[in-house]
Protein backbone atom coordinates (compact mmCIF):
# COMPACT_ATOMS: atom_id res chain seq x y z
CA UNK A 1 0.00 0.00 0.00
CA UNK A 2 1.44 3.30 -1.08
CA UNK A 3 1.74 6.50 1.56
CA UNK A 4 1.29 9.97 0.81
CA UNK A 5 2.39 12.54 3.29
CA UNK A 6 1.48 16.08 2.02
CA UNK A 7 2.43 19.23 4.04
CA UNK A 8 2.51 17.41 7.08
CA UNK A 9 3.82 19.43 10.09
CA UNK A 10 4.21 19.18 13.91
CA UNK A 11 4.55 21.29 16.93
CA UNK A 12 5.29 20.19 20.35
CA UNK A 13 4.39 23.44 22.49
CA UNK A 14 7.10 25.88 21.10
CA UNK A 15 9.04 23.37 18.90
CA UNK A 16 8.81 22.91 15.66
CA UNK A 17 9.04 18.79 14.88
CA UNK A 18 8.68 18.84 11.69
CA UNK A 19 8.69 21.27 8.83
CA UNK A 20 5.69 21.08 6.56
CA UNK A 21 7.11 18.18 4.55
CA UNK A 22 5.57 16.01 1.54
CA UNK A 23 6.54 12.60 0.58
CA UNK A 24 5.77 9.86 -1.74
CA UNK A 25 6.27 6.45 -0.51
CA UNK A 26 5.30 3.58 -3.16
CA UNK A 27 3.72 0.81 -2.17
CA UNK A 28 5.97 -2.46 -1.35
CA UNK A 29 9.10 -0.42 -0.93
CA UNK A 30 11.82 -0.80 1.83
CA UNK A 31 12.12 3.19 3.13
CA UNK A 32 14.44 4.51 5.51
CA UNK A 33 14.49 7.89 7.59
CA UNK A 34 17.59 9.12 8.05
CA UNK A 35 19.14 11.62 9.98
CA UNK A 36 20.44 12.90 13.65
CA UNK A 37 18.98 12.57 16.90
CA UNK A 38 15.96 15.90 16.56
CA UNK A 39 15.86 15.62 12.90
CA UNK A 40 12.19 14.62 13.56
CA UNK A 41 12.37 11.44 11.81
CA UNK A 42 10.64 9.69 14.80
CA UNK A 43 8.10 12.24 15.27
CA UNK A 44 7.18 11.80 11.65
CA UNK A 45 7.27 7.53 12.16
CA UNK A 46 4.89 8.03 15.01
CA UNK A 47 2.40 10.21 12.80
CA UNK A 48 2.30 7.46 10.25
CA UNK A 49 1.58 4.85 13.11
CA UNK A 50 -1.24 7.25 14.87
CA UNK A 51 0.89 7.76 17.60
CA UNK A 52 1.01 11.55 17.21
CA UNK A 53 -0.81 13.88 15.60
CA UNK A 54 -0.13 16.05 12.79
CA UNK A 55 -0.36 19.65 13.68
CA UNK A 56 -1.49 20.07 10.06
CA UNK A 57 -1.12 18.25 6.86
CA UNK A 58 -2.20 15.35 5.64
CA UNK A 59 -1.42 11.96 5.59
CA UNK A 60 -2.94 8.76 2.62
CA UNK A 61 -2.98 5.50 3.21
CA UNK A 62 -3.58 3.86 -0.52
CA UNK A 63 -4.83 6.78 -1.75
CA UNK A 64 -7.44 7.27 0.72
CA UNK A 65 -7.47 10.30 3.96
CA UNK A 66 -5.95 8.41 7.27
CA UNK A 67 -5.22 11.67 9.17
CA UNK A 68 -8.29 11.76 11.44
CA UNK A 69 -7.57 7.35 11.85
CA UNK A 70 -6.99 6.16 15.53
CA UNK A 71 -4.01 4.02 15.76
CA UNK A 72 -6.30 0.94 16.55
CA UNK A 73 -7.76 1.73 12.95
CA UNK A 74 -4.51 2.42 11.28
CA UNK A 75 -3.19 -1.70 11.50
CA UNK A 76 0.01 0.00 11.32
CA UNK A 77 2.68 -2.71 12.57
CA UNK A 78 4.70 -0.66 14.76
CA UNK A 79 8.26 -2.47 16.43
CA UNK A 80 9.15 0.24 19.19
CA UNK A 81 12.90 0.89 19.66
CA UNK A 82 13.46 -0.82 22.94
CA UNK A 83 10.74 -3.08 21.59
CA UNK A 84 8.21 -2.71 24.21
CA UNK A 85 7.37 -6.30 24.55
CA UNK A 86 4.86 -7.05 27.12
CA UNK A 87 6.99 -8.19 30.25
CA UNK A 88 4.33 -10.18 32.04
CA UNK A 89 3.37 -12.43 29.37
CA UNK A 90 5.29 -15.13 27.62
CA UNK A 91 6.44 -14.61 23.68
CA UNK A 92 3.61 -16.07 22.06
CA UNK A 93 0.61 -14.71 23.98
CA UNK A 94 3.09 -11.21 23.24
CA UNK A 95 2.41 -11.96 19.63
CA UNK A 96 -1.16 -13.54 19.85
CA UNK A 97 -1.83 -9.91 21.57
CA UNK A 98 -3.09 -8.06 18.59
CA UNK A 99 -5.22 -10.88 17.63
CA UNK A 100 -6.93 -11.89 20.78
CA UNK A 101 -7.74 -7.94 21.07
CA UNK A 102 -9.82 -7.73 17.71
CA UNK A 103 -13.53 -7.62 18.01
CA UNK A 104 -15.16 -11.02 18.37
CA UNK A 105 -16.67 -11.32 15.12
CA UNK A 106 -13.18 -10.62 13.71
CA UNK A 107 -11.22 -12.82 16.69
CA UNK A 108 -9.96 -15.99 14.91
CA UNK A 109 -10.51 -19.17 17.47
CA UNK A 110 -7.85 -20.52 20.03
CA UNK A 111 -6.62 -22.70 17.94
CA UNK A 112 -6.54 -20.74 14.73
CA UNK A 113 -4.47 -18.02 17.33
CA UNK A 114 -1.87 -21.24 17.88
CA UNK A 115 -1.44 -21.59 14.46
CA UNK A 116 -0.90 -18.33 13.19
CA UNK A 117 1.71 -17.79 16.21
CA UNK A 118 3.68 -20.93 15.32
CA UNK A 119 3.79 -19.80 11.75
CA UNK A 120 5.37 -16.27 12.76
CA UNK A 121 7.23 -17.91 15.18
CA UNK A 122 9.00 -20.14 12.39
CA UNK A 123 9.22 -16.68 10.27
CA UNK A 124 11.03 -15.39 12.60
CA UNK A 125 13.21 -18.92 13.12
CA UNK A 126 12.69 -18.48 16.79
CA UNK A 127 10.19 -22.18 17.01
CA UNK A 128 10.63 -23.33 20.24
CA UNK A 129 10.99 -19.85 22.57
CA UNK A 130 6.99 -19.43 22.72
CA UNK A 131 6.80 -20.39 26.07
CA UNK A 132 9.68 -17.91 27.13
CA UNK A 133 9.23 -14.54 29.15
CA UNK A 134 10.98 -11.61 27.22
CA UNK A 135 13.90 -11.27 30.41
CA UNK A 136 14.97 -14.44 29.00
CA UNK A 137 16.05 -13.67 25.65
CA UNK A 138 18.95 -12.21 23.89
CA UNK A 139 18.17 -8.21 22.65
CA UNK A 140 18.20 -10.11 18.58
CA UNK A 141 15.20 -12.13 19.68
CA UNK A 142 13.45 -9.49 21.56
CA UNK A 143 13.60 -7.38 18.60
CA UNK A 144 12.75 -10.60 16.23
CA UNK A 145 9.80 -11.49 18.83
CA UNK A 146 8.60 -7.80 18.46
CA UNK A 147 8.34 -7.92 14.80
CA UNK A 148 6.66 -11.33 15.05
CA UNK A 149 3.80 -9.31 17.27
CA UNK A 150 3.96 -6.27 14.81
CA UNK A 151 3.23 -9.14 11.51
CA UNK A 152 0.52 -10.59 13.58
CA UNK A 153 -1.67 -8.18 13.15
CA UNK A 154 -2.11 -8.53 9.42
CA UNK A 155 -0.51 -4.78 9.42
CA UNK A 156 -1.36 -2.93 6.45
CA UNK A 157 2.44 -1.12 6.80
CA UNK A 158 5.57 -2.27 8.96
CA UNK A 159 6.82 0.57 10.78
CA UNK A 160 10.24 0.53 12.98
CA UNK A 161 11.52 2.65 15.33
CA UNK A 162 15.30 2.29 15.51
CA UNK A 163 15.19 -1.08 15.05
CA UNK A 164 18.44 -2.06 15.28
CA UNK A 165 19.93 0.67 17.45
CA UNK A 166 20.10 -1.68 20.93
CA UNK A 167 22.16 -4.39 19.56
CA UNK A 168 25.97 -5.31 19.16
CA UNK A 169 27.32 -4.44 15.66
CA UNK A 170 27.03 -8.26 14.59
CA UNK A 171 23.64 -9.21 15.41
CA UNK A 172 22.76 -6.16 13.98
CA UNK A 173 24.27 -7.40 10.52
CA UNK A 174 22.38 -10.37 10.76
CA UNK A 175 19.08 -8.82 11.54
CA UNK A 176 19.54 -6.29 8.66
CA UNK A 177 19.63 -9.51 6.74
CA UNK A 178 16.21 -10.79 8.25
CA UNK A 179 14.47 -7.65 8.17
CA UNK A 180 15.32 -7.74 4.66
CA UNK A 181 14.03 -11.20 4.47
CA UNK A 182 10.55 -10.88 5.99
CA UNK A 183 9.88 -7.31 3.84
CA UNK A 184 10.60 -9.34 0.84
CA UNK A 185 8.39 -12.27 1.71
CA UNK A 186 5.51 -10.00 3.06
CA UNK A 187 5.83 -7.24 0.10
CA UNK A 188 4.67 -4.49 3.06
CA UNK A 189 5.20 -1.06 2.76
CA UNK A 190 8.36 -0.97 5.56
CA UNK A 191 9.65 2.38 6.80
CA UNK A 192 12.20 2.12 9.42
CA UNK A 193 13.84 4.79 11.49
CA UNK A 194 17.56 5.13 11.83
CA UNK A 195 20.81 7.20 12.58
CA UNK A 196 23.19 5.07 10.97
CA UNK A 197 23.55 5.72 7.74
CA UNK A 198 25.59 2.36 6.62
CA UNK A 199 22.34 0.69 7.76
CA UNK A 200 19.69 2.97 5.69
CA UNK A 201 22.60 2.95 2.35
CA UNK A 202 22.52 -1.07 2.53
CA UNK A 203 19.46 -1.88 3.54
CA UNK A 204 16.56 0.61 1.97
CA UNK A 205 15.40 0.66 -1.45
CA UNK A 206 14.55 5.08 -0.49
CA UNK A 207 16.86 6.58 1.77
CA UNK A 208 14.70 9.90 3.13
CA UNK A 209 17.76 12.27 4.72
CA UNK A 210 16.37 14.64 7.41
CA UNK A 211 17.26 17.34 9.37
CA UNK A 212 15.90 19.76 12.00
CA UNK A 213 12.39 18.86 10.90
CA UNK A 214 13.02 19.29 7.35
CA UNK A 215 13.73 16.57 4.12
CA UNK A 216 16.95 17.41 2.65
CA UNK A 217 17.41 14.58 0.42
CA UNK A 218 14.35 11.59 -0.35
CA UNK A 219 16.47 9.31 -3.31
CA UNK A 220 17.74 5.44 -3.55
CA UNK A 221 21.03 5.11 -2.09
CA UNK A 222 23.29 5.03 -4.68
CA UNK A 223 21.92 8.62 -6.33
CA UNK A 224 22.14 10.16 -2.56
CA UNK A 225 25.81 8.95 -2.21
CA UNK A 226 26.79 10.34 -5.78
CA UNK A 227 24.51 13.43 -5.47
CA UNK A 228 24.45 14.57 -2.41
CA UNK A 229 21.99 17.47 -2.44
CA UNK A 230 23.30 19.78 0.43
CA UNK A 231 26.28 19.97 2.56
CA UNK A 232 24.24 18.32 5.44
CA UNK A 233 23.43 15.02 3.22
CA UNK A 234 27.05 14.89 2.23
CA UNK A 235 28.90 15.41 5.66
CA UNK A 236 26.08 13.12 7.30
CA UNK A 237 26.07 10.51 4.67
CA UNK A 238 30.11 9.85 4.20
CA UNK A 239 30.95 7.59 6.60
CA UNK B 1 49.15 -23.33 49.68
CA UNK B 2 47.19 -21.10 46.68
CA UNK B 3 44.75 -23.80 47.58
CA UNK B 4 44.18 -22.49 50.80
CA UNK B 5 44.66 -19.15 50.02
CA UNK B 6 41.80 -18.98 47.66
CA UNK B 7 39.60 -21.20 49.43
CA UNK B 8 39.57 -18.46 53.08
CA UNK B 9 36.38 -17.12 52.94
CA UNK B 10 36.79 -13.23 52.28
CA UNK B 11 35.33 -11.17 55.08
CA UNK B 12 32.90 -8.35 54.21
CA UNK B 13 33.67 -6.35 56.99
CA UNK B 14 37.08 -4.71 57.79
CA UNK B 15 36.08 -2.79 61.16
CA UNK B 16 37.58 -4.80 64.22
CA UNK B 17 34.98 -7.25 66.14
CA UNK B 18 34.36 -4.93 68.95
CA UNK B 19 32.68 -2.26 66.93
CA UNK B 20 31.08 -4.56 64.85
CA UNK B 21 29.13 -6.07 68.13
CA UNK B 22 28.79 -2.78 69.63
CA UNK B 23 27.36 -1.28 66.23
CA UNK B 24 25.00 -4.53 65.88
CA UNK B 25 23.89 -4.48 69.75
CA UNK B 26 23.18 -0.98 69.11
CA UNK B 27 20.44 -1.55 66.71
CA UNK B 28 18.94 -4.81 67.97
CA UNK B 29 18.49 -2.70 70.94
CA UNK B 30 17.05 0.05 69.17
CA UNK B 31 14.79 -2.27 67.27
CA UNK B 32 13.90 -4.07 70.75
CA UNK B 33 12.60 -0.83 72.57
CA UNK B 34 11.19 1.04 70.27
CA UNK B 35 9.15 -1.77 68.13
CA UNK B 36 8.78 -5.01 69.76
CA UNK B 37 8.29 -3.60 73.53
CA UNK B 38 5.55 -0.81 72.78
CA UNK B 39 3.86 -3.89 70.35
CA UNK B 40 4.52 -6.42 73.01
CA UNK B 41 2.90 -4.52 76.18
CA UNK B 42 -0.46 -3.57 74.18
CA UNK B 43 -0.92 -7.42 74.09
CA UNK B 44 0.66 -8.17 77.60
CA UNK B 45 -1.70 -5.17 79.14
CA UNK B 46 -4.69 -6.65 77.08
CA UNK B 47 -4.70 -10.10 78.48
CA UNK B 48 -3.70 -8.69 82.17
CA UNK B 49 -7.31 -9.94 83.45
CA UNK B 50 -6.68 -13.44 81.16
CA UNK B 51 -8.66 -14.33 77.68
CA UNK B 52 -11.99 -13.87 79.66
CA UNK B 53 -10.95 -10.21 80.46
CA UNK B 54 -9.97 -9.54 76.79
CA UNK B 55 -13.03 -11.78 75.29
CA UNK B 56 -15.40 -9.96 77.83
CA UNK B 57 -13.92 -6.32 76.80
CA UNK B 58 -14.82 -7.17 73.14
CA UNK B 59 -18.06 -8.36 74.18
CA UNK B 60 -19.09 -4.87 75.02
CA UNK B 61 -21.06 -3.20 72.53
CA UNK B 62 -19.29 0.11 72.30
CA UNK B 63 -16.30 -2.30 71.27
CA UNK B 64 -17.73 -4.13 68.94
CA UNK B 65 -19.95 -1.02 67.16
CA UNK B 66 -15.80 0.40 66.66
CA UNK B 67 -15.14 -2.68 65.54
CA UNK B 68 -17.90 -2.62 62.71
CA UNK B 69 -17.37 0.90 61.99
CA UNK B 70 -13.15 1.12 61.02
CA UNK B 71 -14.05 -1.92 59.10
CA UNK B 72 -17.00 -0.70 57.50
CA UNK B 73 -14.74 2.55 56.82
CA UNK B 74 -11.79 0.18 55.26
CA UNK B 75 -13.82 -1.35 53.47
CA UNK B 76 -15.67 1.73 51.42
CA UNK B 77 -12.62 4.68 51.21
CA UNK B 78 -9.95 1.89 50.48
CA UNK B 79 -11.63 0.91 47.06
CA UNK B 80 -12.41 4.88 45.99
CA UNK B 81 -8.90 5.63 47.10
CA UNK B 82 -7.54 2.45 45.07
CA UNK B 83 -9.24 4.03 41.86
CA UNK B 84 -8.94 7.26 42.38
CA UNK B 85 -4.64 6.82 43.24
CA UNK B 86 -4.61 4.98 39.46
CA UNK B 87 -6.46 7.08 38.16
CA UNK B 88 -4.49 10.48 39.02
CA UNK B 89 -1.02 8.01 38.88
CA UNK B 90 -2.04 7.35 35.37
CA UNK B 91 -3.09 10.72 34.11
CA UNK B 92 0.06 11.85 35.54
CA UNK B 93 1.82 9.31 34.06
CA UNK B 94 0.93 8.72 30.48
CA UNK B 95 -0.21 12.22 29.63
CA UNK B 96 1.54 15.43 29.47
CA UNK B 97 -0.31 18.64 30.36
CA UNK B 98 -0.14 21.86 31.64
CA UNK B 99 -0.63 21.74 35.57
CA UNK B 100 1.04 18.90 36.20
CA UNK B 101 3.46 19.82 38.93
CA UNK B 102 0.48 21.28 41.02
CA UNK B 103 -1.31 18.18 40.89
CA UNK B 104 1.81 16.22 41.84
CA UNK B 105 1.72 18.39 44.61
CA UNK B 106 -2.10 18.74 45.59
CA UNK B 107 -1.70 14.55 45.75
CA UNK B 108 1.03 15.27 48.40
CA UNK B 109 -1.06 17.91 50.60
CA UNK B 110 -2.77 15.40 52.78
CA UNK B 111 0.57 14.22 54.15
CA UNK B 112 1.83 17.97 54.50
CA UNK B 113 -1.16 19.38 55.86
CA UNK B 114 -1.86 17.86 60.01
CA UNK B 115 -4.65 15.43 60.22
CA UNK B 116 -6.59 17.01 62.75
CA UNK B 117 -6.72 20.41 60.14
CA UNK B 118 -8.04 18.25 57.99
CA UNK B 119 -10.83 17.49 60.33
CA UNK B 120 -11.53 20.96 61.15
CA UNK B 121 -11.63 22.20 57.48
CA UNK B 122 -14.70 19.45 56.91
CA UNK B 123 -15.92 21.00 60.26
CA UNK B 124 -15.74 24.29 59.23
CA UNK B 125 -17.01 23.75 55.56
CA UNK B 126 -19.92 21.24 56.53
CA UNK B 127 -20.43 21.97 59.93
CA UNK B 128 -23.57 23.28 61.53
CA UNK B 129 -22.18 26.81 61.23
CA UNK B 130 -21.75 27.08 57.62
CA UNK B 131 -24.39 27.92 55.50
CA UNK B 132 -23.78 24.44 53.42
CA UNK B 133 -23.49 22.60 56.70
CA UNK B 134 -26.28 23.87 57.99
CA UNK B 135 -28.83 23.25 54.67
CA UNK B 136 -27.43 19.73 54.93
CA UNK B 137 -28.59 19.33 58.33
CA UNK B 138 -31.80 21.01 57.52
CA UNK B 139 -32.36 18.38 55.13
CA UNK B 140 -31.38 14.95 57.27
CA UNK B 141 -28.18 14.84 55.28
CA UNK B 142 -25.77 15.72 58.02
CA UNK B 143 -22.23 15.31 57.44
CA UNK B 144 -20.40 16.42 60.82
CA UNK B 145 -20.52 14.10 63.43
CA UNK B 146 -22.02 11.46 61.08
CA UNK B 147 -20.81 8.77 58.58
CA UNK B 148 -20.24 11.12 55.42
CA UNK B 149 -17.72 13.10 57.47
CA UNK B 150 -15.88 10.23 58.96
CA UNK B 151 -15.39 8.42 55.21
CA UNK B 152 -14.39 12.32 54.00
CA UNK B 153 -11.79 12.39 56.51
CA UNK B 154 -10.66 9.21 56.05
CA UNK B 155 -10.59 9.81 52.09
CA UNK B 156 -9.17 12.82 52.50
CA UNK B 157 -5.63 11.37 54.74
CA UNK B 158 -5.40 8.22 52.54
CA UNK B 159 -5.50 9.55 49.03
CA UNK B 160 -1.52 9.30 48.50
CA UNK B 161 -0.60 6.24 49.72
CA UNK B 162 -2.16 4.22 46.68
CA UNK B 163 -0.67 7.22 43.67
CA UNK B 164 2.43 7.32 45.89
CA UNK B 165 3.48 4.07 45.45
CA UNK B 166 2.02 3.71 41.51
CA UNK B 167 3.83 6.54 40.01
CA UNK B 168 7.38 6.34 40.33
CA UNK B 169 6.29 2.52 38.95
CA UNK B 170 4.33 4.10 36.07
CA UNK B 171 6.90 6.72 35.50
CA UNK B 172 9.85 3.93 35.30
CA UNK B 173 7.64 1.89 32.80
CA UNK B 174 7.13 4.52 30.23
CA UNK B 175 4.70 4.61 27.29
CA UNK B 176 5.87 2.24 24.83
CA UNK B 177 3.98 -1.04 26.56
CA UNK B 178 0.86 1.16 26.35
CA UNK B 179 1.77 2.13 22.88
CA UNK B 180 2.48 -0.64 21.93
CA UNK B 181 -1.08 -2.66 22.61
CA UNK B 182 -2.85 0.40 20.88
CA UNK B 183 -0.83 -0.15 17.59
CA UNK B 184 -2.01 -4.10 18.18
CA UNK B 185 -5.78 -2.99 17.87
CA UNK B 186 -6.66 -2.71 21.96
CA UNK B 187 -9.01 -0.30 22.74
CA UNK B 188 -7.73 1.72 26.09
CA UNK B 189 -9.42 -0.56 28.54
CA UNK B 190 -8.37 -3.42 27.28
CA UNK B 191 -4.57 -1.72 27.43
CA UNK B 192 -5.43 -0.67 30.91
CA UNK B 193 -6.37 -4.29 32.21
CA UNK B 194 -4.21 -6.10 30.31
CA UNK B 195 -1.22 -4.08 30.02
CA UNK B 196 -0.64 -1.43 33.22
CA UNK B 197 -2.24 -3.12 35.48
CA UNK B 198 -0.62 -6.43 35.63
CA UNK B 199 2.69 -4.17 35.27
CA UNK B 200 1.73 -1.61 38.36
CA UNK B 201 0.10 -4.65 40.30
CA UNK B 202 2.90 -5.30 43.10
CA UNK B 203 3.16 -1.39 43.48
CA UNK B 204 -0.89 -1.41 43.59
CA UNK B 205 -1.08 -3.77 46.32
CA UNK B 206 1.57 -2.21 48.49
CA UNK B 207 -0.11 1.06 48.21
CA UNK B 208 -3.67 -0.58 48.94
CA UNK B 209 -2.38 -1.82 52.19
CA UNK B 210 -0.92 0.91 53.02
CA UNK B 211 -3.83 2.93 52.82
CA UNK B 212 -6.08 -0.01 54.71
CA UNK B 213 -3.59 0.63 57.28
CA UNK B 214 -4.06 4.27 57.45
CA UNK B 215 -7.66 4.07 56.91
CA UNK B 216 -8.16 1.97 60.40
CA UNK B 217 -5.62 3.70 62.11
CA UNK B 218 -6.85 7.10 61.42
CA UNK B 219 -6.93 8.93 64.68
CA UNK B 220 -6.54 12.64 64.67
CA UNK B 221 -8.97 13.84 61.66
CA UNK B 222 -11.81 11.37 62.30
CA UNK B 223 -12.12 12.41 65.80
CA UNK B 224 -12.35 15.89 65.05
CA UNK B 225 -15.64 15.39 62.50
CA UNK B 226 -16.98 12.21 64.15
CA UNK B 227 -17.41 13.74 67.81
CA UNK B 228 -16.45 10.27 68.82
CA UNK B 229 -20.36 9.31 69.81
CA UNK B 230 -19.81 5.94 70.99
CA UNK B 231 -22.40 3.28 69.41
CA UNK B 232 -22.48 6.02 66.62
CA UNK B 233 -19.59 7.27 65.02
CA UNK B 234 -16.88 6.16 66.99
CA UNK B 235 -13.94 3.92 65.13
CA UNK B 236 -11.51 1.59 66.84
CA UNK B 237 -8.66 4.55 67.41
CA UNK B 238 -11.03 6.82 69.09
CA UNK B 239 -12.95 4.42 71.13
CA UNK B 240 -9.25 3.16 72.47
CA UNK B 241 -9.02 6.79 73.36
CA UNK B 242 -12.30 6.43 75.13
CA UNK B 243 -11.81 3.39 77.13
CA UNK B 244 -8.42 4.65 77.94
CA UNK B 245 -9.47 8.10 79.44
CA UNK B 246 -12.27 6.12 81.66
CA UNK B 247 -9.45 3.64 83.00
CA UNK B 248 -10.92 0.74 81.27
CA UNK B 249 -7.10 -0.46 80.45
CA UNK B 250 -7.55 -4.02 79.61
CA UNK B 251 -10.99 -3.17 77.12
CA UNK B 252 -8.61 0.16 75.31
CA UNK B 253 -5.49 -2.40 75.11
CA UNK B 254 -7.77 -4.96 73.70
CA UNK B 255 -9.05 -3.05 70.87
CA UNK B 256 -6.02 -1.85 70.46
CA UNK B 257 -4.42 -5.52 70.14
CA UNK B 258 -7.29 -6.06 67.72
CA UNK B 259 -6.24 -2.79 65.78
CA UNK B 260 -2.71 -4.02 65.75
CA UNK B 261 -3.47 -7.39 64.68
CA UNK B 262 -5.74 -6.34 61.64
CA UNK B 263 -2.03 -4.05 60.71
CA UNK B 264 0.14 -7.33 60.79
CA UNK B 265 -2.67 -9.68 58.85
CA UNK B 266 -2.11 -6.94 56.10
CA UNK B 267 1.70 -7.65 56.17
CA UNK B 268 1.23 -11.06 56.63
CA UNK B 269 -0.79 -11.42 53.62
CA UNK B 270 1.50 -9.11 51.39
CA UNK B 271 4.23 -11.11 52.47
CA UNK B 272 2.30 -14.43 51.71
CA UNK B 273 1.61 -13.25 48.12
CA UNK B 274 4.74 -12.20 47.31
CA UNK B 275 5.76 -15.93 48.64
CA UNK B 276 3.78 -17.50 46.35
CA UNK B 277 4.86 -15.26 43.46
CA UNK B 278 8.11 -15.44 43.64
CA UNK B 279 8.91 -17.58 40.75
CA UNK B 280 6.43 -15.50 38.69
CA UNK B 281 8.29 -12.27 40.23
CA UNK B 282 11.50 -13.65 39.21
CA UNK B 283 10.59 -14.33 35.35
CA UNK B 284 8.93 -11.27 34.77
CA UNK B 285 11.25 -8.29 36.86
CA UNK B 286 12.61 -5.47 35.02
CA UNK B 287 15.42 -6.70 32.24
Redesign the interface.
Known amino acids: MNIEIEELAKVFGTTRALHPVSLSIPSGALVALLGPSGSGKTTLLRILGGLEFPTSGRVLFGGQDATGLSVQERRAGFVFQSYALFKHMTVSENIAYGLRARKRRERPAEAEVGRRVAKLLDLIQLPDIGTRYPNQLSGGQRQRVALARALAIEPRMLLLDEPFGALDAKVRKELRQGLREIHDRTGLTTVFVTHDQEEAMELADLVVVMSMGRLEQVGKPDDIRAKPASDFVRVFTAA | MPDSVLSRPVPVTTEPRLIRRLLIGLALTFVALFLFAPLATVFVEALKQGWAGALDALRLPDAQAAIRMTLTIAAIAVPINAIFGIAAAWAITKFDFSGKAFLITLIDLPFAVSPVVAGLMLVLLFGANSTLGGWLIANDMPIVFAFPGIIMATLFVTFPFVAREIIPVMIEQGR??E?????????GW?TFF??TL??IRWALLYGVLLCNARAMGEFGAVAVVSGKIRGETATMPTMVEMFYNEYLAVAAFTLAAVLAMLALLTLLLKSLLEWRHADFLA?????
Request: charged share 25%; net charge positive; no cysteine.
Open positions: AEEAALTLGASRTVPNATRRH
